[in-house]
Nanobody, 123 residues
Framework: VQLQASGGGLVQAGGYLRLSCAASGRTFSRYDMAWFRQAPGKEREFVAT???????YYADSVKGRFTISRDNAKNTVYLRMNSLRPEDTGVYYC??????????????????WGQGTQVTVSS
């Protein structure tokens, strides 16, 4: 499985971005997909996941501002980010979890990763 993330950029606080992650492979619909982010000097942190069942979960810090979704016909997962804040700055990674583990916020459980896309929010 190969993942290709895109859509990052520079935006002012209060603005929005939409990230996309295109996946290869014919079993995309069976994977749990997630977005993580990493700021300089910090650990990679969970942002949101959309499971194969379409259930979604979010980190408290983004709940109500970010929306994760998937289009299985296009093998793509999206992250719509509204009301962006400077603390949302970081490299955003998409990831695929194929085992069905319930530990969806643990980045060590994920099997495949995209290359990351930079999001910078200026104040």
């Amino acid at each position: 499985v190969q993942l290709q993330a895109s859509g990052g950029g520079l935006v002012q606080a209060g603005g929005y971005l939409r990230l996309s992650c295109a996946a290869s492979g014919r079993t995309f619909s069976r994977y749990d997909m997630a977005w993580f982010r990493q700021a300089p000097g910090k650990e990679r942190e969970f942002v949101a996941t959309v499971r194969w069942s379409d259930n979604t979960y979010y980190a408290d810090s983004v709940k109500g501002r970010f929306t994760i979704s998937r289009d299985n016909a296009k093998n793509t997962v999206y992250l719509r980010m509204n009301s962006l804040r400077p603390e949302d700055t970081g490299v955003y990674y998409c990831a695929a979890l194929t085992s069905g583990s319930s530990y969806y916020s643990d980045y060590t459980k994920y099997d495949y990763w995209g290359q990351g896309t930079q999001v910078t929010v200026s104040s």
